[in-house]
């Protein structure tokens, strides 16, 4: 769990697409400060007083992340309790008729977390909103928010919906 008081990140953009309704106006996003891999996630769990080193916990990751893949791909969902279960999804070409549709229709398979929305975690919409505090990454000593994002301060969703609650998540095929 977050320390009491940990302020959460965030910059300001201007939806600059023309075709949304949320054209002109300012958004907020998130500010990422960094990707942490499977071997700086097991050094922070370790210093969370793990009795494991290190090691042993990235080996029990890799393993998790493994047999991860091998069940989402063969249709399980995984539920990783107080966080979320992740599953796959689809998105595909319509047709006509049902006898039309072929496996050459899907054009996309997605992994996605569904966050966990039990009374002890809450990870998502408004009540995980009410258990946060947050900063404008402008107004802190930190690094600016064009930096720390990687998108510059102007942008928008190309969602059509402002920006303001759409998925401005990546494809899968477009991550480094």
């Keep these: 769990m977050p320390a009491k008081g940990q302020k959460f990140f965030f910059g300001k953009y201007t939806n600059n697409n023309s075709k949304s309704s949320g054209y002109g106006k300012t958004y907020a996003r998130a ?3 960094g990707t942490l891999d499977t071997e700086d996630i097991a050094e922070h769990m370790m210093n969370h007083g793990c009795v494991y080193g290190v090691d042993v916990i990235k080996g029990v990751l890799d393993k998790f992340f493994d047999c991860a893949i091998e069940l989402l791909f063969t249709n399980y969902r995984i539920k ?4 979320g279960t992740l599953c796959m999804t ?3 070409e319509g047709s006509d008729s049902a006898g ?10 997605n992994i996605r977390l569904l966050p966990d929305a039990t009374m002890d975690q809450q990870l998502s919409g408004k009540k995980l909103r009410e258990r946060m505090s947050f900063t404008n990454i402008a107004s802190s000593n930190f690094v600016s928010f064009d930096a720390v994002s990687g998108e510059g301060g102007e942008g928008g969703s ?4 402002g920006g303001g609650g759409g ?3 990546p494809d899968i095929d477009d991550l480094p």
């Design 158 to 161: 190309d969602s059509g919906n």
């Design 100 to 109: 039309e549709f072929t496996e050459s229709k899907i054009t996309k398979a």
């Design 167 to 169: 998925d401005d998540t």
């Design 31 to 33: 500010a990422i400060l």
């Design 90 to 92: 689809l998105t595909s």
């Design 80 to 83: 990783m309790n107080g966080l």
